[in-house]
């Protein structure tokens, strides 16, 4: 169509008229025109070429439209050219639909103003009491609200950050989807409160996080919580003034059960068994270990005001947002704040995952996971250890330097190249001033001290980063987990290798057993690629827990000053969200 040859910087070479006169010549010859719905609304037309001419819609608040130039005319032609929700009369429409779906915009995490709601609704009730009701008027008014719909469902579809936040893998397919399609048919089948569920995030975390985000901002709304100043460590069996406030606190937030009984103003002061339990549940939630014990960490994590953890909920359901839709099928999600890792059965099943276990991640200071996506394709037992150059550099070449035996002592070798025909290369003075230039390499062999255990998992990515079993197992029982170079290191690598062996013949527990002690490394690729999400977010929510995170990487505020600051919504503003 002629419109779509002319870039907006160009405009000022056509006057407003011919550029409709070209449009509606555009129309009179498109097979839409000629639809069984009837010929093209002039009106709509004037109203739809000036609106693209000006990049500017006189009823939006919000009323830059230049990001909504495709979606609109696409959305029009779809329809003939005509009104979307008024096509029988101003009064006989489902602009009151569309209009509640705008104003619940909060449900999902997302703010109503953002797309004009409280606005357009006050312009409907004018055209319902006869104002501003001209056909042009009419042609406005729903050109604004398709406007500020398609800004929703693309906000609840892609993200209110339109950047490629999550490196996605080569191989991994991303559903298309027309908003524009989606806004007709609905219109069609007058049912545009399903919108909402055909663009936002399937994965049963993010459906629980929108649960979450419900009860959180209600408690947010009614409850004043005591800020806690305990002075000292608190354990069960002892009295403080702040207990009933506590136990008020867990209730409220579902770590306990209200005491059968009222409590006396003196059994109201003892922190007894069921607050205990109690006090645990939330630790667990809050990645605090769970001993009980109220000190620092457990009075800061108390002491944090609930609308912090309602945007904690809204930061990572935006961030699911910008993962793509899957199809049916087995996902592995890691967590780096959670340090923890979960494989589900089927992205959409509501059921609880199947496996859940701590990891270790990257350093927090200059090691960190990356956030990305890829398809899981083999396992690797007894693998040799290929170290990364930098390791060989920053690490293993001063300790090799003053004691040749070092790569010895760590079950270490050089070779000329990775890989099942490399040659081992003797250590000398030669060939550690060659490994120092790069034209040698150190590969640890399959053993006890082997960094990456007795299996890896290997999802093909531009980080070289994988999942795998570690030799330090003491490293779980600590509370924050950032000690890897990147990589992440799973607790119990025999439950997942069963995971994602589950479907190929003859792999059972016992057959993995030994191939995770057998001599030689062994190759054994999946069947079914498997989907692996190393993911960032600070809350996380399963069908029966909400659970929160340190902010370890420092993610957050980059992110909350994106959303607040629409220029850096912009791809060129967002690198620093997940690097």
Same mark, same amino acid.
């Given at each position: 169509?002629?419109?779509?040859?002319?870039?907006?910087?160009?405009?000022?070479?056509?006057? &407003?008229?011919?550029?409709?006169?070209?449009? #509606?010549?555009?129309?009179?010859?498109?097979?839409?025109?000629?639809?069984?719905?009837?010929?093209?609304?002039?009106?709509?037309?004037?109203?739809?070429?000036?609106?693209?001419?000006?990049?500017?819609?006189?009823?939006?608040?919000?009323? !830059?439209?230049?990001?909504?130039?495709?979606?609109?005319?696409?959305?029009?032609?779809?329809?003939?050219?005509?009104?979307?929700?008024?096509?029988?009369?101003?009064?006989?429409?489902?602009?009151?639909?569309?209009?509640?779906?705008?104003?619940?915009?909060?449900?999902?995490?997302?703010?109503?103003?953002?797309?004009?709601?409280?606005?357009?609704?006050?312009?409907?009730?004018?055209?319902?009491?006869?104002?501003?009701?001209?056909?042009?008027?009419?042609?406005?008014?729903?050109?604004?609200?398709?406007?500020?719909?398609?800004?929703?469902?693309? !906000?609840?579809?892609?993200?209110?950050?339109?950047?490629?936040?999550?490196?996605?893998?080569?191989?991994? #397919?991303?559903?298309?989807?027309?908003?524009?399609?989606?806004?007709?048919?609905?219109?069609?089948?007058?049912?545009?409160?399903?919108?909402?569920? &055909?663009?936002?995030?399937?994965?049963?975390?993010?459906?629980?996080?929108?649960?979450?985000?419900?009860?959180?901002?209600?408690?947010?709304?009614?409850?004043?919580?005591?800020?806690?100043?305990?002075?000292?460590?608190?354990?069960?069996?002892?009295?403080?003034?702040?207990?009933?406030?506590?136990?008020?606190?867990?209730?409220?937030?579902?770590?306990?059960?209200?005491?059968?009984?009222?409590?006396?103003?003196?059994?109201?002061?003892?922190?007894?068994?069921?607050?205990?339990?109690?006090?645990?549940?939330?630790?667990?939630?809050?990645?605090?270990?769970?001993?009980?014990?109220?000190?620092?960490?457990?009075?800061?994590?108390?002491?944090?005001?609930?609308?912090?953890?309602?945007?904690?909920?809204?930061?990572?359901?935006? =961030?699911? =947002?910008?993962?793509?839709?899957?199809?049916?099928?087995?996902?592995?999600?890691?967590?780096?704040?959670?340090?923890?890792?979960?494989?589900?059965?089927?992205?959409?099943?509501?059921?609880?995952?199947?496996?859940?276990?701590?990891?270790?991640?990257?350093?927090?200071?200059?090691?960190?996971?990356?956030?990305?996506?890829?398809?899981?394709?083999?396992?690797?037992?007894?693998?040799?250890?290929?170290?990364?150059?930098?390791?060989?550099?920053?690490?293993?070449?001063?300790?090799?330097?003053?004691?040749?035996?070092?790569?010895?002592?760590?079950?270490?070798?050089?070779?000329?190249?990775?890989?099942?025909?490399?040659?081992?290369?003797?250590?000398?003075?030669?060939? #550690?001033?060659?490994?120092?230039?790069?034209?040698?390499?150190?590969?640890?062999?399959?053993?006890?001290?082997?960094?990456?255990?007795?299996?890896?998992?290997?999802?093909?990515?531009?980080?070289?980063?994988?999942?795998?079993?570690?030799?330090?197992? =003491?490293?779980?029982?600590?509370?924050?987990?950032?000690?890897?170079?990147?990589?992440?290191?799973?607790?119990?690598?025999?439950?997942?290798?069963?995971?994602?062996?589950?479907?190929?013949?003859?792999?059972?527990?016992?057959?993995?057993?030994?191939?995770? =002690?057998?001599?030689?490394?062994?190759?054994?690729?999946?069947?079914?690629?498997?989907?692996?999400?190393?993911?960032?977010?600070?809350?996380?929510?399963?069908?029966?827990?909400?659970?929160?995170?340190?902010?370890?990487?420092?993610?957050?505020?980059?992110?909350?000053?994106?959303?607040?600051?629409?220029?850096?919504?912009?791809?060129?503003?967002?690198?620093?969200?997940?690097?």
């Amino acid at each position: 169509m002629f419109l779509h040859m002319i870039h907006p910087g160009n405009l000022s070479v056509y006057n &407003k008229w011919t550029v409709i006169v070209w449009f #509606i010549l555009g129309l009179m010859f498109s097979p839409l025109s000629r639809s069984a719905e009837g010929t093209t609304d002039p009106v709509l037309v004037e109203v739809i070429s000036s609106l693209l001419t000006s990049n500017r819609h006189p009823y939006l608040p919000h009323n !830059d439209i230049y990001d909504q130039h495709e979606d609109i005319q696409a959305l029009y032609q779809l329809n003939n050219y005509q009104l979307v929700w008024l096509k029988n009369g101003a009064l006989d429409s489902q602009v009151d639909d569309v209009l509640a779906l705008l104003a619940n915009a909060e449900e999902n995490g997302l703010d109503a103003q953002n797309y004009d709601a409280a606005y357009l609704a006050q312009k409907w009730l004018q055209i319902k009491a006869g104002q501003n009701a001209s056909l042009p008027a009419l042609a406005l008014y729903d050109t604004a609200l398709n406007i500020a719909l398609l800004r929703y469902l693309s !906000d609840l579809h892609y993200g209110q950050v339109k950047t490629h936040n999550v490196k996605l893998g080569a191989d991994i #397919i991303l559903e298309q989807i027309s908003l524009a399609g989606l806004i007709v048919e609905a219109a069609v089948q007058k049912k545009p409160s399903e919108l909402v569920a &055909k663009v936002e995030p399937v994965m049963p975390v993010y459906r629980h996080l929108k649960e979450a985000l419900s009860k959180y901002r209600q408690l947010a709304r009614t409850h004043a919580f005591h800020q806690f100043t305990f002075t000292q460590m608190l354990r069960p069996g002892q009295r403080d003034s702040q207990i009933v406030f506590l136990r008020e606190l867990l209730t409220a937030l579902g770590d306990m059960a209200e005491p059968a009984e009222p409590l006396d103003a003196k059994s109201g002061k003892l922190y007894d068994a069921a607050l205990a339990d109690g006090v645990r549940n939330f630790q667990l939630r809050h990645g605090l270990g769970g001993d009980g014990v109220i000190g620092k960490s457990t009075v800061a994590a108390l002491n944090v005001p609930l609308a912090d953890r309602v945007r904690q909920i809204e930061l990572s359901m935006e =961030r699911f =947002r910008w993962l793509p839709r899957l199809k049916e099928g087995s996902l592995i999600i890691v967590n780096i704040p959670a340090f923890q890792l979960w494989a589900y059965e089927s992205i959409g099943m509501e059921t609880a995952p199947t496996l859940n276990m701590k990891v270790i991640v990257g350093k927090s200071l200059n090691k960190q996971t990356p956030v990305f996506m890829a398809n899981m394709k083999f396992l690797e037992f007894r693998p040799y250890w290929n170290v990364p150059r930098s390791i060989v550099k920053e690490e293993l070449l001063p300790k090799l330097r003053l004691n040749w035996s070092y790569l010895a002592s760590q079950n270490m070798e050089l070779v000329n190249a990775f890989g099942p025909n490399a040659t081992v290369m003797a250590v000398n003075g030669e060939t #550690i001033n060659l490994l120092s230039q790069g034209a040698l390499k150190v590969r640890q062999r399959p053993g006890r001290l082997n960094a990456l255990g007795n299996v890896k998992f290997m999802f093909p990515n531009d980080y070289n980063v994988y999942l795998h079993d570690t030799p330090t197992q =003491r490293l779980f029982k600590r509370t924050r987990r950032d000690f890897s170079h990147g990589c992440v290191r799973v607790e119990d690598p025999e439950a997942l290798a069963e995971f994602v062996l589950k479907s190929k013949d003859g792999w059972d527990r016992q057959r993995i057993s030994n191939a995770m =002690r057998r001599d030689n490394p062994r190759y054994v690729p999946l069947d079914n690629p498997i989907p692996v999400i190393i993911f960032y977010a600070t809350a996380m929510a399963t069908n029966d827990q909400v659970l929160f995170f340190e902010d370890i990487y420092g993610l957050d505020n980059p992110l909350i000053q994106a959303l607040a600051n629409p220029v850096q919504k912009k791809p060129a503003d967002t690198a620093a969200l997940t690097e």
